[in-house]
């Protein structure tokens, strides 16, 4: 597995408070995202460029009060440059729900940055506690 990939991986998945997590979500952006990337949610329409996504994630985590990923599989074919993994992602939103989203996604990488990227996922689950 390539060096990016890991550290796609390690930044999705350090356990850090949300001014961290947020610097490495945006990091993986910044370094690993090619800068026309395309990425599309659960079939929806393709959103285009870093910038774009960068403004996406930054609005999302402005919403929660912490969240926690884990890669629960991933397979990458060096032949293609795919990847697909398996997420578990953990958060809880500014009004104190505790939610967890259990989402695969398809990345196709080139020279090193990912090129394409798609999430499937169902409905937010809410935890109980």
């Known amino acids: 597995m390539n060096l990016a990939i890991l550290d796609w991986k390690t930044w999705l998945e350090r356990d850090k408070p949300l001014e961290q997590k947020r610097e490495d979500h945006l990091k993986i952006i910044d370094q690993l995202y090619a800068d026309d990337i395309v990425q599309v949610e659960n079939g929806h329409e393709e959103i285009h460029g870093k910038a774009n996504l ?4 930054s609005a999302n985590l402005d919403k929660v009060n912490w969240v926690k990923t884990k890669i629960e599989h991933l397979v990458f074919d060096d032949t293609k440059d795919m990847l697909w993994a398996e997420l578990r992602v953990d958060f809880e939103t500014k009004e104190g729900a505790r939610k967890v989203l259990l989402e695969s996604v398809f990345q196709h990488w080139e020279d090193g940055k ?3 990227q798609k999430f499937y996922y169902g409905k ?5 506690e």
């Open 114 to 116: 990912i090129k394409v």
């Open 54 to 57: 960068r403004a996406i994630e």
């Open 124 to 128: 937010l689950k809410t935890i109980e």
